[in-house]
Every structure is written in C-alpha cells, then in structure tokens.
C-alpha cells in the first residue's frame, strides 16, 4: 500500500487549504485513515481520523476549524483546513490503518504566515 498526499502550501493566517491523499495497493474496506502533523521541533501528534463508515476524530486544537472527509471508492482521504493558524505551521501526514498495519505518505508542508 502506498499513500500519496497533496495540497500543502504557504497561506496566509486565516486563509484555507485542503489536503488529499490517495492510497493505491490492496486496500481493504473497514480501514482507517487519517492525518496526523509534525511541528518544527516537536512531536508528531493525530489531527483528524474517519473510520471508513465517516465516523471522525478531531484533535481539540483543531476542533471547528478543520473537516475530514473521505471517498471509499477513490480510496482517499481529506483535510479541509480553515481559519488556519500560524501554529498550524507543519508538515502533514496521511496514514492508513489497514487491519494490523499502519501506512504513511510522504508528508506535505503546510506553513501559515502571520
């Protein structure tokens, strides 16, 4: 399974951008994907999950601003991120859980000027 992720770039603080990320490979139904992001100098840490019924998860810090969504049939994922931040500053990844194993993208950088 190979994910490929898109859509980062450089914003404006309250601006928008919409990340994608495609799987390609043996994907099975029932997995989860998601996004998770990895600030200069910090941890990695979860921002948004959906099961493959819909069903999401968001990190408290980006509850309200940010939307996850997903098209089973063309095997990807989205963030719909608004009211960006300059904290939302980092670099982006895509993942999918399918049955016991955990995928990654590449990653895509997203920086939010103030």
């Known amino acids: 399974v190979q994910l490929q992720a898109s859509g980062g770039g450089l914003v404006q603080a309250g601006g928008s951008l919409r990340l994608s990320c495609t799987a390609s490979g043996r994907v099975f139904a029932g997995n989860i994907m998601g996004w998770y992001r990895q600030a200069p100098g910090k941890q990695r840490e979860l921002v948004a999950t959906i099961t493959y019924g819909g069903s999401s998860e968001y990190a408290d810090n980006v509850k309200g601003r940010f939307t996850i969504s997903r098209d089973n049939a063309k095997k990807s994922v989205y963030l719909q991120m608004d009211s960006l931040k300059p904290e939302d500053t980092a670099v982006y990844y895509c993942?999918?859980?399918?049955?016991?194993?955990?995928?990654w993208g590449q990653g895509t950088h997203v920086t939010v000027s103030s």
């Open positions: 993942y999918a859980r399918i049955l016991r194993d955990t995928y």
